[in-house]
């Protein structure tokens, strides 16, 4: 069983900055997809990054390219999100997830098998 744990969330004002954590149980972390996504309200879950294996890998919404970046340490089995440039429309819950059985649908909320708890992201203007 895999368990995730986010952190890292909290209360910026525009331009600000985050890092957001995702710590992983599990023995094969190393060989996880890990993905980002978040939720704002009355909206769908929808895709901000994802890093393949190693980290050979990344991908990013287009909303957020060039603004945040993933990252991996498979020693700590933690997952990061580094936001810059914050704006207000990047106010969501913000979601880890893991997919142990990668198809190359990184973007796809359904390939992922696990979830955190979330933690929640709030930009003011």
């Known amino acids: 069983q895999v368990q995730l744990v986010e952190s890292g969330g909290g209360l910026v004002q525009t331009g600000g900055s985050l890092r957001l954590s995702c710590a992983a149980s599990?023995?094969?972390?190393?060989?996880?997809?890990m993905g980002w996504f978040r939720q704002a309200p009355g909206k769908e879950r929808e895709f901000v990054a994802a890093?393949?294996?190693?980290?050979?890998?990344?991908y990013y919404a287009g909303s957020v390219k060039g603004r945040f970046t993933i990252s991996r340490d498979n020693a700590k089995n933690t997952v990061y999100l580094q936001m810059n440039s914050l704006k207000p429309e990047d106010t969501a819950v913000y979601y880890c997830?893991?997919?142990?059985?990668?198809?190359?649908?990184?973007?796809?909320?359904?390939?992922?098998?696990?979830w955190g708890q979330g933690t929640q992201v709030t930009v003011s203007s």
């Open positions: 997830a893991a997919d142990l059985f990668y198809s190359g649908r990184y973007d796809d909320r359904n390939e992922y098998e696990h």
């Open positions: 599990g023995r094969t972390f190393s060989s996880y997809t």
């Open positions: 890093i393949v294996w190693r980290g050979e890998s990344t």
